[in-house]
């Protein structure tokens, strides 16, 4: 099945992408960043082992992770990688710009905010929004901090679609739940704490101690043998 | 089952904890951090469903989860909080000091190294490497940043046991090389690329982008609905 760029296409991919599971989601993701690699240094079409090799899983996983996009790649020929990449940035919503508020400019909100990526994928911060007296009026870039407490007239006035929380965890549910009340459905979440969304708000936890914890546990099992 | 600490319980924990999933792994940190909380604020003995409240999953996921770690808690009663809090850290390996260095100071590094719970949590940022002449004989917090040529001396010197990752996409996979060259056992990757490790090396990636994909897809998913 071959699939044509625009709206036809994308609304065909949706069909093949409405049931697709969070970790093949992921590993979609990383799929795209090879594909891109891939396509920069002039291949124009790669096997699934490719990205297996690259992905560190199986050419089977890779099969079937992208049989959810719909029957792609010829045997013996393999993957279209321009195609291919269009397919996937459509799938992963990144062929538009999504407007991104960053709730907190302590060391972690600043970091993310500075991080070059986050742009060149189509995620734009357009606001950020600080507790700190001595922030608040300041810039971050060319983006003014506002108060915490104009955070709903920021969400509204910017058309905001996600946020990042990288406030203290003690702040963040409260924050959380206004930014609900706001109707912004999506949360990227860097506090170490657990948030309590409704189910119609995706959220994503980023933990900056659990895969720490994971090596140490890995470290430990390690020693024993 | 009862568990008394020091190495005893070491031994006996391991015996239980050597095919623990990495799935569970990372929730035990999870169910860690609220059994701390729930010290704190003066709760002696928990039922597995408040640790799934807190954690967004099930009371039986938490009861497989700990049933890795031995059969705890007793019907009606639940687990004791300082009990399984003690058994957690000496299985996550969190009853001791590893000794971390990190490769890159730029604003992710610099921003990981001031993030104060590594260090609670007992991840000492004992070394500092980057390759920028600017930044190499200035400081860290205390820490001498040291040339990226030095760095086998440092990891030996420093009796590093875990690196952390935080220099460009095309400088990790080299650099991690050399790493592994130098004995190093765990490493902690924030750099946009997949590296290539022997077995016996525990790698977790932290990707800045794939989970904010993950929230476009699903932006994306409820736009069609």
Redesign the interface.
């Known amino acids: 099945m071959r699939i044509s760029p625009g709206t036809a296409s994308f609304q065909l991919v949706?069909e093949f992408?409405?049931r697709?599971p969070?970790a093949t989601?992921?590993r979609?993701?990383?799929y795209?960043?090879?594909l891109e690699d891939f396509g920069r240094s002039g291949v124009t079409s790669v096997a699934s082992n490719a990205l297996a090799e690259?992905?560190?899983t199986t050419a089977a996983q890779v099969r079937k992770d992208l049989s959810y996009l719909g029957s792609y790649g010829k045997r013996g020929l393999g993957y279209s990688v321009e195609e291919l990449t269009r397919v996937l940035r459509t799938?992963?919503?990144?062929d538009?710009v999504?407007r991104v508020a960053l709730l907190g400019a302590g060391?972690?909100g600043?970091?993310?905010f500075?991080?070059e990526?986050?742009r060149r994928?189509?995620?734009h911060i357009t606001a950020v929004v600080d507790n700190d007296p001595a922030k608040v009026g300041t810039r971050l870039g060319h983006i003014l901090v506002r108060a915490e407490h104009e955070m709903e007239c920021v969400l509204r006035e910017e058309r905001i679609?996600?946020v990042i929380v990288a406030v203290p965890a003690p702040a963040a549910q409260g924050l959380v739940d206004r930014v609900v009340a706001a109707d912004v459905?999506?949360?990227?979440n860097y506090a170490?704490v657990?948030l309590?969304l409704p189910e119609?708000v995706?959220l994503?936890?980023?933990?900056?101690?659990?895969?720490?914890?994971?090596?140490?546990?890995?470290?430990?099992?390690?020693a024993?043998c």
């Open positions: 949706n992408t409405n697709v969070a989601v992921r979609l993701s990383l795209l960043r090879f690259r992905g560190g799938v992963l919503g990144l538009t999504w060391r972690i600043t970091a993310l500075e991080y990526p986050f994928r189509g995620f679609d996600l459905k999506a949360v990227l170490p657990q309590h119609d995706a994503r936890n980023v933990s900056m101690l659990v895969e720490l914890e994971s090596l140490s546990y890995a470290l430990t099992r390690a024993d």
